[in-house]
């Protein structure tokens, strides 16, 4: 299985509030783990991915940070959001030994007022 | 610097004729090409890969593509179109840098409007 679980599914926040996005993944163990930004339904923005329990590789310097306290579970989280932290967040794994291939959660979509 | 390119922001076609949607990429080394589909409010849903092998893939929902290297391409295609496949299109590329990481390089998407 694949299944990619996220939420929630949709969240208004105010500016300055904190943040806190749940991932967790099914399938075998040691899964590379993305979190990406989609904004205005368009391209996708790659922030953090994690090959194992722990480790975090961040794109982009910004207003967020990630965690991987377990091995299937993916946190994305921020002390103070931003107007611009909102968007469309979607996590993902990488497929068992062919890592290239991707799989996608439902996503959540983030509104910061 | 790699790179994939969708030049069309938006593609319309008739209901039963023939859709494609352009992908063009610049990598390092042999690329690992893939397309991805997202539905409104949705994630990504995975349609189909080339690695290596046959030129012409084929993968979900009728889609198929076809990778020619002389000219670093990988359309989407699919010969009857259906309304349900309006949709946006993701191309990507396997970053050739980043070893067993498996970061994926997108491309801006592409809009597909089929109408009845």
């Known amino acids: 299985s694949q299944t990619i679980h996220q939420w929630p599914a949709t969240l208004v926040q105010p500016v300055g509030s904190p943040l806190s996005l749940e991932c967790t993944v099914e399938?075998?163990?040691?899964?590379?783990l993305y979190w990406y930004r989609q904004a205005a339904g368009r391209g996708l923005q790659l922030l953090f991915y994690s090959v194992g329990i722990g480790q975090i590789s961040s794109e982009v310097p910004q207003n967020l940070s990630a965690s991987r306290p377990q091995d299937r579970q993916f946190i994305l989280s921020s002390k103070k959001l931003l107007l611009s932290d909102s968007g469309f967040y979607l996590c993902?794994?990488?497929?068992?030994?062919?890592?290239?291939?991707?799989?996608f959660g439902p996503g959540t979509r983030l509104t910061v007022l | 610097a790699q790179s994939v390119a969708q030049p069309e922001d938006q593609v319309n076609v008739a209901e039963g004729n023939p859709l494609t949607v352009k992908c063009t990429y610049s990598v390092s080394g042999n690329p690992y090409l893939f397309w991805y589909v997202q539905y409104p409010n949705r994630g990504l849903q995975f349609l189909l890969k080339y690695i290596t092998g046959d030129n012409l893939v084929k993968g979900s929902y009728g889609f198929e593509a076809e990778f020619n290297k002389s000219q670093t391409s990988f359309h989407l295609k699919k010969p009857s179109a259906l309304v349900s496949d309006s949709a946006l299109y993701f191309c990507?590329?396997?970053?050739?840098?980043?070893?067993?990481?498996?970061?994926?390089?997108f491309g801006q998407g592409t809009t597909l409007q089929v109408k009845p």
């Open positions: 399938g075998t163990s040691n899964p590379n």
């Open positions: 990507a590329v396997r970053d050739a840098t980043s070893g067993n990481t498996g970061k994926l390089i």
């Open positions: 993902a794994r990488g497929r068992e030994r062919v890592y290239n291939e991707q799989f």
